[in-house]
């Protein structure tokens, strides 16, 4: 197979941060002196008290540890503002766009938002948040969400961001596994010209939830919300009485920094711990390198603060870095498919950074949404979230960024905190759909079901065979879900959940989740929980999930449905469970399909089939493969002959 293959401009080539020459170096040697290399690389903070370990870290059951920096001190807060004052106090921070083109946006330097943040903290404290306590955010994509989590971090709170459009019950779930005592919303949210009633569902939620004693409630949209006597309090009331200075807490590099609720293979998502040391150090450094980000330039990334890019590339490494990022409220193709590229105009920004699911929604509407606007500013684009398919990457590439910008295709998840394997745009010639080579000081091997290493050009698990500063740390509340999740399936090795193809030239090809999660439109969701909530309903006997192709979404979700015995099944009944499930879990898990079957198809021991449903959900139905094993092989039948007409 030979693969398209962009070479690295001339231009980028001599003034990138990183060129070819510098990423082979500097790469030979994160991997064979880290300690030499990351206590270079660390300097990029600012430690209150110096760190003397590098890295202490084993994956192996016997001594597991992950550690980095151990005994150093920091302040992330104070190293995304203090630290900027002196040379960029007046630099502009964050550009906030609203939701409705014709609503004034904001401009906030770097000192206003150094106020605004220890204001906050200081209000946060006010209301009794103390070091180690956890406090849950659900707000749009307005400042205030960054203030929130830059005062959490100043005063040592472990902030846990729930995505505004998570239902109430998902809400509570994520607020009851960490114990948060405080909850930080809006009003309401706007979104692609919709309302979404943050306080309403927090209220909701709250009904279930008993850790909670304070909510503070921004104003974003001024609509009349019930308040609950001695629990809720006005963001503004919140501040009245309390002043600007409010001295960073001096943090440990291990201490919590937040926590991020992520979808895996089992039920209930897990609240991934990122800590600070280490995070700091990896965020920034990735920011820097794969963007190749200079003081001065504006900074788009378009995802949302309730996923882990909002936290690493909207928020930390790039406000780490004096970055001027450009926030944006709501969707990329609201009020017209234009929207996007009139934000890059209007705002004259240099790099963006996006999902492929908006770039294939955007690309179907048409060139002539894209052309009619300048983008004259763009000089590099980025991908993340999900494999890129080469003809939305030649898309992105020509229309977009009109064959001038490199397009940097981001690999990483919630666990790695940050980018793992990426090109560096003055140092990897590109190949479309492939994410390339691996950041300093990451070690992705393939291996097979054995766990043996492959080497040369193959196709495998990816694993990453050594830590990484800006790794999790650990399962909130449960290390041994921890371990047993990430380094198990290969001992010695942390597993991502990721098939690749490693090609002669050393690209990593990523391939998608070989476990029980899907991708849709960039969000991680794991079939057990699409599962139990369908089960949740009266009607529902029994659920499987599977993944199916979608144009626009990556992954589309399809759900097989037994109902229980006498229960009518009909499209009142369809339209009630994608209802149903909407309001259990949010209108991301919303299913594509729902097939009603009699039965599962199941192997003799009761396991279900999921090989053979992800066929059916496919369409691949000449290709099922072995059904011999099965207890009831007919099962199969009557699910391929009565496939939905929608699938
Ligand atoms: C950052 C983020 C992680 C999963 C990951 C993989 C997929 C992310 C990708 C990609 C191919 C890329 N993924 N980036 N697949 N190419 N550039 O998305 O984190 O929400 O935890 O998802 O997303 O399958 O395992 P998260």
Redesign the pocket.
């Known amino acids: 197979m030979t693969d398209e293959l962009y070479p690295v401009p001339a231009e980028w080539a001599e003034k990138a941060i990183i060129n070819a020459d510098r990423y082979a170096a500097k790469y030979r040697e994160s991997v064979e002196d880290p300690d030499g290399f990351w206590r270079r690389e660390a300097q990029r903070i600012d430690w209150i008290k110096p760190f003397t370990t590098v890295k202490d870290t084993s994956f192996h059951e016997d001594d597991f540890n992950i550690s980095w920096f151990g005994d150093g001190t920091l302040n992330l807060s104070s190293n995304c503002l203090d630290r900027h004052l002196a040379t960029r106090g007046s630099a502009t921070a964050i550009i906030w766009e609203a939701d409705d083109p014709n609503e004034r946006g904001m401009t906030i330097s770097y000192r206003e938002l150094h106020s605004m943040v220890c204001r906050f903290a200081n209000a946060l404290k006010a209301q009794g948040v103390k070091r180690g306590d956890r406090v849950t955010i659900y707000l749009p994509m307005v400042p205030e969400a960054a203030v929130a989590m830059l005062a959490c971090a100043r005063i040592g709170a472990i902030h846990s961001v729930v995505f505004g459009g998570f239902s109430p019950d998902a809400l509570a779930g994520r607020i009851k596994d960490c114990d948060s005592s405080l909850v930080i919303t809006a009003d309401e949210g706007l979104r692609g010209g919709r309302v979404v009633p943050l306080k309403h569902n927090v209220d909701e939620a709250l009904d279930q939830c008993t850790s909670v004693t304070r909510v503070i409630v921004m104003r974003r949209t001024d609509t009349d919300v019930p308040m609950t006597e001695g629990r809720d309090i006005w963001w503004l009331d919140a501040e009245a009485g309390v002043t600007a200075d409010c001295p960073p807490e001096e943090m440990g590099a291990e201490d919590p920094l937040f926590i991020l609720y992520?979808s895996g293979s089992t039920g209930q998502p897990k609240g991934v711990l990122h800590t600070t040391g280490g995070y700091a150090v990896w965020t920034s450094m990735t920011h820097e390198y794969v963007f190749d980000y200079r003081p001065g330039q504006i900074y788009w990334c378009a995802a949302d603060i309730g996923?882990?890019?909002g936290h690493s590339y909207i928020v930390y490494g790039p406000l780490a870095n004096g970055a001027t990022i450009v926030m944006y409220e709501g969707v990329p193709n609201w009020p017209d498919p234009s929207r996007i590229w009139q934000v890059v105009d209007k705002h004259q920004v240099e790099i963006l950074y996006t999902a492929p699911t908006a770039i294939r929604a955007l690309e179907r509407e048409g060139d002539e949404w894209v052309k009619k606007t300048s983008r004259k500013s763009l000089k590099l684009l980025g991908?993340?979230?999900?494999?890129?398919n080469p003809e939305a990457w030649g898309w992105y590439h020509s229309v977009v960024g009109e064959g001038r910008c490199p397009i940097v295709?981001?690999?990483?998840?919630?666990?790695t905190g940050a980018t793992m394997i990426s090109p560096m745009p003055g140092a990897t010639d590109l190949k479309p759909g492939s994410?390339s080579k691996p950041m300093f000081g990451v070690k992705p091997a393939l291996v097979d079901d054995k766990g043996h290493i492959l080497e040369g050009a193959v196709s495998g698990a990816l694993v990453i065979t050594d830590s990484w500063p800006g790794q999790m740390r650990s399962v909130w509340g449960d290390p041994a879900r921890f371990f047993n999740t990430y380094f198990t399936h290969y001992p010695g090795y942390y597993f991502?959940?990721?098939g690749c193809r490693r090609d002669e030239d050393g690209y990593y090809w990523?391939t998608?989740?070989i476990d029980d999660?899907i991708?849709v439109s960039?969000?991680?969701l794991g079939t057990a929980e699409i599962e139990s909530a369908l089960v949740a309903h009266e009607k529902v006997a029994e659920a499987a999930v599977v993944g199916m192709p979608h144009e626009i979404k990556g992954q589309g979700i399809y759900a097989y449905v037994t109902v229980n015995a006498g229960c009518q099944v009909d499209e009142k009944l369809r339209t009630e469970l994608i209802h149903w499930v909407r309001a259990e879990i949010g209108p991301i898990a919303t299913p594509d399909v729902i097939q009603f079957a009699p039965a599962l198809p199941k192997t003799r021991s009761g396991k279900i089939m999921r090989r053979i449903l992800r066929k059916i959900a496919e369409g691949d139905i000449s290709h099922l493969g072995d059904t011999s094993t099965l207890a009831d092989p007919a099962v199969v039948d009557d699910l391929v002959a009565n496939r939905p007409s929608n699938a």
């Open positions: 992520t996923w882990v890019t991908t993340v979230g999900e494999p890129i295709d981001t690999y990483w998840q919630t666990e994410a991502t959940g990721d990523i998608g989740r999660v991708n960039g969000h991680r």
